[in-house]
């Protein structure tokens, strides 16, 4: 070992900064560790950081080839800088008259939360404790510290037990009666200082060391033992570092703002972060240590009286703040402490702001120059955006929150509870009230109560629920499978923690958190700015994806345009079929025994889908509207079969000659032909316009008519029929010969010619498996997640709630497979399909209308897999926009940086690899077709 | 065309065959057409076949090269051979006084049925009928087949519509008033042929021809005219049948059994085809033609009677179908006529035969030499061997057919209605009644019911659903999804195409077809000859697939071991729960509002579910055992949700102080907290052991104290424990490391070692796509393929029977894919898995448990795609081991084939591609993975 000691005695071991200079700087991270580096950065820069030095990694690497000792000569280092520092800083370390305090920190060149923890006020003994206690005149914050000090020692350095400490903190504070920290006086504080020595006596069987560098030395050592503790060796495995990184260990002067009126302590921002104004804003509080600015003893004051009291001062840290926000090209949030007139910055990093800060921070900076596009359209995050477009939570609000559920559909609202539609609509309507509808689910027959409410509120059901998908379709306040409630067996009342609620009683809703509030909380109302218009503008030069929206009617589409809609990718005939005017000629048509009452309910239904179709083509000028078919299974249209059930039997029980009874008894026993074990696997989709044909045919008859009449009007418009939940390309050409043969009937009929589209969803897994066979078939392709995602995963939406939630508590999932698409799962059945697609049809036109369609991740996701575009609730089109540049543009960066991919291999062969696949995925698809059909059963 | 006419008048165009020797023989099938060739061959074998000639293909395609006129030289030809043929037949085309008639048929290489019908009769005029009519001494025979002739050659030759003819003897039945063609008087059909005449001239512009030569040239033409008619146009397209093959005209003379008592006509079987007895089988009548038999007015006699009236004939006919039963190497079924003392064979082919007669036929044959092994194995379908192993309706009862339902379980079922699982049990155990159950559909409750029960029919539900999967697990006939059958309301009786049958009628059940009988049809039961055992063991050595049993009961377990199943590979454990002493405890559990209630519920249940095991591992002696943990979801142990609530509604109504109304409320609320709207999609599967760990631990313990038990008495049973359900490879790790943990503990506490294994199930498409994720934990996968079809398809079992129905009507799917696998989806995510799960784990086992499993189209499928076994019910074994056999002995032959497969350029590269395509995959597989995770949404 002699060699290398000597060679060690040579070393560099320590790094000082301070007073302006640093002998290190940002680059050496491998050396300094992360935190060193930055310190030395910072101190370069004119940063006025408290001074210090910093133990290098090859140390800690030195320290354990040697066995656990440090090399020899890094005493001598320490000692040396040790002086520098204490003249840097004018006080001297253990000195009782001008104490020094230190903290200790690791610090490897990757930030390791599993490694120690900060020990803080090093320096601090039986003497120099009453030092500080003079110097600040302040014998409680001395002893405090101290006590704070010894069990922070004993527990990291000393590796005693945190638990004994604390519970002898408790027994003191119970024996006095108090239940705060902040209540025990100096004294008491005293006390604890001998009792949290003599744990550590007992505990660790040797006195808490009262020389000063005795305490640094062993802390040093506790660094580097700790970055083979079984916390880092963990962290690092699950992170994939490198073992033999080492760590750094970082000794900075403590500073101290309760040390007179020439001190002070504060916090700040380079810009007002919830509006975005670029003024210098912040608060801070003289003679004042942090914690008194946490324990809210004292009010703060505004920063511009900081210009008063210390113009100097406040000209200095508006100066280096001004500067850092240059050099780091954001909003910075800092804080700094003043000791006797000298200004020391403890943290400075990126501030959090509101979504509407966040715009018009990132527009500003870019007019100012400090940044470019990209990084503005970098800086906002897609779904903060839901911020700018709802009501929210007035902010200074007092909430008491009753429960959870889950955060369905964005924004505020506050209203009296009702119980069902009809209750929603008379008090909404008559009554004008503010109402909230609460309901175990929601089913398209309360369509209209949901239409007048503020906000929903339902106990069952996930994020892609009935409630969930209308609600975020109008853009309305939505908290759905709140599992807390318990609504009462006669639906008047409802029950969540202890607490009854009536029907009429106040609720308020948080739908961005998904929290149901008491009482009638007060909301704000959004505000677009000019900066929002410019920013979406900016960003939609970069993406390369389309947005379309999901709506049913010409007021949607409007909304829709409205946040920079394209087109539309879904219209749901169904939800036509639900005004008032429409469900009597629909469950006619349903419950007709004979084809030519059916047909009649249809004709009576042609008109009214005629005069949809034609508003909606009609506030698109110029943009595709994508049709899809009757999709839901008959039963949803007609009443609700237990209640059915339970209506028919009182009325037996009660009246059995009741003249209704006959008539419900029919529709009962329509009900109950109809019904379905699962009516998501059931007789819906294409599978009803297979069986009868006659819907089909009015519903593309009406699209036709009403194009035939755009077109005459010169609105040239192509409507795009979809065909649903097709799996089988027999299915779709069924369809699709109707389709066109009633196209081409209403063409001659009306002496007009216009284009169209027949395309189809791509929401079963077969479809996608089958998709080369389809779209040899179909002209376009949307994917329908939500359906998707429910085969693919085996997943009811409507069920899944408590399942997934108790599958991302234990971390099974990480997110909720309806919100964010399923990458392995779904995602693979998607790229199946797209390669598949496009091989057997190139210019297929390929877009998806689930709710993922609004979901960042997904967005991204759509943009990898190269959709045309993504369909989405009016409201989160501009969500949507946002993603879609961000994809676009963080592909457009990575394909800039060739450099910095060599340097590391890891990513290197990534996107290759990624083009190479899909070729070779290309190719075989052939062969795997041709081996699978081999494989075939024959006839035996 | 001077020198066409010259060539083509050197041609021979002409082939004569009759009297024991032809001019073609069988392998002229290019020029003759297959039939030409086929007579050719069999005249030259001595088989007495009456004599012809055929005209060949290439005077066809001479015809066409020559503006559809017959080369010079034809009609001498066919004159010449006219003259070879009566001096054969010993009568003379067109002389009244020894008539020849003829058949004309076309006949191409490949068999045609979309080309010309046959004619028949031909040479009949208004002279020679007269001819026909005193040799036959039958009037009413001459001149029925008299006007047959005139219809048939007008529609055909002269192309006149066939429906004029219809018309017009429908028009003489009416004015008759009579219904039958049997009952129209000689004088009636020579009254007819005026009219035929009559509608032929004014149909045709020209007179029915009394020339005979000229019918038969005509006819010729129209041969050859047919070979370019819609139908046959359209057939070659579909059957990529080559337009220059051209066809052959065979023209033969006519024989007759009536032409007095020296001649007769006859039919019979070389073997018994009922039993498969080795005796020479048939029936005749004397003087008679084959439409005589036909009309059953005179009882045909034996063959053996045959030896007595015509002993020479009976000698020759007897040697000629042994010789030809010798050259076919199959039991022949053949029809003859004897004319005037002299044997005609008019057609010989393979005879149809019951399952019992395939199987001792095949045995018998391979004994005699006859043929091999190989060909034993083709000769019997395995569907076929449904008839051995469950009673049969008696072929010969009487039956009225009420109405079709699937044929859900075979075998047949007489008994009493019952509507109630209850009143099944009641009628059968206490009163002594076979009982047949009738339900809209049936559910875990009707268990017992269903047990005890001798058939079950349910008028909702598919071929999986669970009345039908439960019913052919026990061999029990059922008949589901039978939509015709209305039950009453009050359900006491149903209604079924306007009859009313009541409780404790008698109905009966054909499972086999799916057939729901009138009243007690008598049955036969099975009975297993040794020809069967011989037949089975020679099967099992051919085949590479495993056969296992799905069996939960030691009683099915047993059964499945005599059919000689190798193996559980599935027991359902959730049957176990609904027994009677076992319900109690589940539903307690379910109840349970606090743990340790549900574990008390657990403890209780546990003793129970071991000793089932040890059951099943007794039976199954050195067999895997695979048990699958808790599958369906909680609320199918609770009452049905509608039936309490009508229940209380009811209570409430009736008695509000009733004591048992507050514990139906409180069933109620739980019932109402599990419903789910999919129940197929919701919480269950290994989600249930996932929210309630402590279901997943006590059944752990009961097989791991069961397997501890058996080793300790000597039974090495290696239990497989199988996660149901998993869709993420996390799901399986949460249940593995409890399901290993709980086996550690048994072995711990009994001080016993043993092997186990832990896999899973793939029922979701997510995890056939993420199978090499989750094969890296599981050891092996069993494809549980009623699940994946449902999900993959997006088709509920449970409600798919109309849709499925409909989309077979109209050519959508060609198999129900929950009887036969769709491979182009659900096959393609099996090969996926398969190829994904081997890549993972080199030796992982692989194998099929859902109802496909016996299924011979799809255990083909299975043995393609290399499984190592599939699993069925215990009386569907024989079958898939036939079907395993089966597909390996196709797959040896077509290795054996090189040549053959050289011949044919279309079907060479497929078993290259096939292992191109599957190496080539299994290749890309991982860039494929590499790059479906580079495009995963990043943290937006």
Not at 198 to 224: H, Y
Request: hydrophobic share 40%.
């Amino acid at each position: 070992m002699g060699s290398t000691k000597k060679a060690a005695s040579k070393k560099k071991f320590v790094y000082f900064f301070g007073n302006g200079k640093a002998e290190g700087n940002g680059t050496m991270r491998d050396l300094l560790g992360g935190k060193g580096a930055g310190l030395a950065e910072m101190t370069n820069a004119g940063v006025p950081v408290p001074a210090g030095f910093t133990i290098t990694t090859e140390t800690c690497n030195l320290y354990y080839a040697n066995k656990r000792k440090v090399p020899v000569g890094l005493d001598d280092q320490i000692k040396t800088n040790l002086v520098k520092l204490e003249k840097a800083m004018g006080k001297k370390f253990g000195d009782p008259k001008n104490t020094l305090l230190v903290s200790v920190r690791s610090g490897s060149k990757f930030s390791m939360p599993g490694m120690m923890d900060t020990i803080l006020n090093l320096g601090l003994n039986d003497v120099t404790v009453q030092g500080i206690a003079a110097a600040t005149g302040n014998d409680r914050f001395a002893y405090d510290s101290y006590r704070r000090f010894i069990s922070m020692f004993g527990s990291v350095v000393l590796e005693i037990e945190k638990d004994i400490y604390e519970k002898a903190l408790s027994a003191k504070k119970r024996e006095l009666g108090i239940k705060l920290d902040t209540d025990l006086s100096a004294d008491d504080l005293k006390d604890l200082v001998m009792k949290f020595k003599k744990i550590t006596r007992e505990e660790a069987g040797k006195d808490f060391p009262q020389d000063t560098m005795t305490q640094l030395n062993m802390s040093r050592d506790a660094v580097f033992r700790s970055w083979n503790n079984d916390r880092a060796i963990y962290y690092r495995k699950m992170h994939d570092i490198a073992a033999n990184l080492g760590t750094a260990v970082n000794i900075q002067a403590m500073v101290f703002g309760n040390m007179g009126n020439d001190s002070g302590t504060g916090v700040g921002f380079t810009r007002n972060p919830s509006t975005g104004e670029n003024v210098f804003y912040g608060e801070y509080l003289t003679n004042a240590q942090g914690e008194d600015v946490v324990a809210g003893v004292r009010t703060p004051n505004p920063i511009a009286k900081l210009e008063e009291e210390m113009p100097a001062v406040f000209k200095q840290l508006h100066g280096i703040t001004k500067r850092l926000e240059k050099h780091y090209k954001d909003v910075q949030d800092f804080e700094f402490t003043i000791e006797k007139g000298r200004l020391y910055m403890l943290q400075t990093r990126a501030g959090k702001r509101t979504a509407q800060a966040a715009i018009r921070i990132a527009v500003e900076m870019v007019k100012e120059g400090l940044i470019s596009k990209d990084m503005a359209i970098q800086r906002v995050l897609p779904k903060d955006l839901d911020q700018l477009l709802h009501p929210i939570i007035d902010p200074k609000a007092d909430l008491t929150v009753l429960a959870k559920g889950l955060p369905a559909s964005p924004g505020a609202a506050a209203g009296k509870i009702v119980f069902t539609a009809g209750d929603a609509v008379r008090w909404a309507e008559e009554l004008d009230e503010d109402v909230i509808l609460v309901r175990e689910e929601t089913c398209p027959d309360d369509i209209h109560g949901m239409e007048v409410s503020k906000g929903i509120l339902t106990a069952r059901g996930g994020m892609t629920s009935h409630a969930a998908v209308v609600a975020r379709g109008w853009g309305k306040c939505c908290v759905a499978g709140c599992e807390d409630i318990k609504i009462a067996e006669d639906g008047k009342s409802f029950e969540v923690n202890g607490k009854t609620f009536k029907e009429g009683d106040w609720i308020s809703l948080n739908g961005a958190t998904g929290e149901l509030l008491e009482g009638k909380v007060q909301t704000m109302d959004p505000e677009l700015s000019g900066e929002f218009a410019e920013f979406m503008n900016w960003a939609d030069q970069y993406r390369k994806l389309k947005v379309r929206a999901n709506a049913d009617i010409p007021r949607d589409a409007n909304k829709a345009r409205e946040f920079g809609a394209e087109g539309i990718g879904l219209c749901r005939t169904e939800h036509m079929f639900f005004a008032e005017d429409r469900l009597p000629h629909m469950r006619a048509m349903i419950l007709a025994t004979e084809e030519e009452a059916r047909h009649e309910a249809l004709r009576q239904l042609l008109p009214m889908q005629r005069s949809d179709f034609k508003g909606l083509f009609d506030s698109m000028q110029g943009f595709p509207v994508t049709i899809r078919l009757l999709d839901p299974p008959l039963h949803e249209f007609l009443p609700k079969r237990e209640e059915l059930m339970l209506e028919v039997a009182k009325l037996e029980a009660a009246n059995p000659d009741a003249p209704e009874l006959e008539e419900k008894k029919k529709i009962l026993s329509r009900v109950q032909e109809l019904h379905e074990l699962n009516p998501m696997l059931g007789h819906r989709g294409c599978r009803l316009g297979i069986s009868y044909p006659e819907i089909t045919e009015m519903q593309v008859r009406a699209i036709a008519e009403a194009a035939a009449e755009c077109h005459a009007e010169g609105n040239k418009v192509v409507p795009e029929i979809m065909i649903p939940l097709v799996g089988n390309v027999l299915e779709f050409k069924d369809q699709k010969e109707i389709a066109e043969r009633v196209v081409n009937e209403v063409k001659k009929e009306k002496g007009v010619k216009f284009d169209y589209q027949i395309g189809t969803m791509i929401e079963l897994p077969r479809a996608a498996l089958t998709a080369d066979e389809i779209a040899e078939q179909a002209q376009f392709f949307s994917f329908g997640t939500n359906d998707l995602t429910q085969t693919t995963l085996g997943f009811s939406r409507d069920d899944a709630g408590k399942v997934i939630a108790c599958y991302e508590e234990k971390k099974i999932l990480k997110k909720d497979p309806f919100q964010t698409i399923d990458v392995a799962g779904v995602g693979q059945l998607v790229q199946m399909a797209v390669d598949k697609g496009r091989m057997a049809r190139p210019n297929i036109k390929l877009g998806i209308c689930g709710e993922h369609g609004g979901d960042p991740a997904s967005v991204y996701f759509c943009h990898k897999v190269g959709l045309n575009y993504v369909s989405c609730s009016p409201y989160r089109v501009p969500i949507a926009r946002l993603a879609a540049a961000r994809a676009a543009l963080e592909e457009k960066l990575a394909a800039k940086k060739p450099k910095a991919a060599k340097k590391k291999p890891a990513a290197k062969p990534a996107k290759k690899a990624v083009k190479k696949a899909v070729k070779t995925v290309k190719k075989v698809k052939k062969a795997v077709k041709k081996a699978v059909k081999k494989a075939a059963p024959k006839g035996k």
